[in-house]
């Protein structure tokens, strides 16, 4: 850095983890011109002075500044082409995204493959071929991770497992628990019970924000 340059850091946590697609989607590391990337400018400027402030609900201000200023990081990259595969990628096809955001509709609905070729307007075996291409893997198997990330999403909620299995689409709770094992090497009552002390640690090391009179 050079002399005087102030650096301003931020971590974010995407909803269930490691699993989630935007995770996989992205590159290791991104590096982009913040003065090139004039849609950002408001954003950025309005983070680093709340960053560099102490006034009350600053913490939950930034909260919602870092959301904003990574959705619109997303948005310029997939617009300048720099994301070649996965889910963003696959967003960015004005074919492809048809069927993915069918999957995200409704994930609890046995699509077939016949089903979201159709929406993409291509044949079954073309559409099977572009989406693993695009994507970076078969539409069955993202439709299976984009379930378990609603799931752990759910789970967060305190919702039960048999509730969850109904909400995307496994026929039992039993079946939910084997496709979540599977993936995450751990139950999904397991994994509930970790993110919960992981949270419960992190709450007493950072409490967080507290009014001051």
């Not at 201000?61 to 200023?69: D, G, S």
């Not at 994930?107 to 099977?128: D, I, K, V, Y």
């Not at 999904?188 to 949270?199: A, D, F, G, Q, V």
């Amino acid at each position: 850095l050079s002399d005087g340059a102030d650096t301003v850091c931020a971590s974010f946590e995407f909803g269930a983890g490691l699993h989630n697609p935007l995770i996989t989607a992205l590159p290791g590391v991104v590096t982009v011109k913040l003065a090139e990337l004039q849609n950002l400018a408001a954003t950025t400027e309005a983070l680093f002075a709340e960053a560099a402030d102490e006034h009350c609900g600053r913490q939950a201000i930034l909260n919602r500044l870092v959301e904003v200023l990574i959705i619109q990081l997303l948005r310029e990259l997939m617009d300048q082409g720099r994301i070649q595969t996965g889910l963003l990628a696959g967003l960015s096809n004005p074919r492809l995204v048809k069927a993915i955001n069918a999957i995200h509709a409704d994930p609890r609905r046995a699509w077939r493959l016949t089903e979201l070729a159709l929406l993409a307007n291509m044949s079954r075996a073309r559409f099977a071929v572009n989406f693993r291409e695009t994507v970076g893997t078969t539409p069955m198997a993202y439709l299976t991770d984009w379930r378990l990330s609603v799931a752990r999403s759910l789970l967060r909620l305190g919702k039960s497992v048999q509730t969850v299995s109904d909400e995307v689409g496994y026929a039992s709770a039993s079946a939910l628990s084997r496709a979540f094992t599977a993936q995450s090497g751990m139950s999904p009552s397991e994994w509930r019970s970790n993110i919960r002390r992981e949270s419960g640690a992190i709450q007493e090391k950072d409490p967080g924000f507290s009014a001051k009179n």
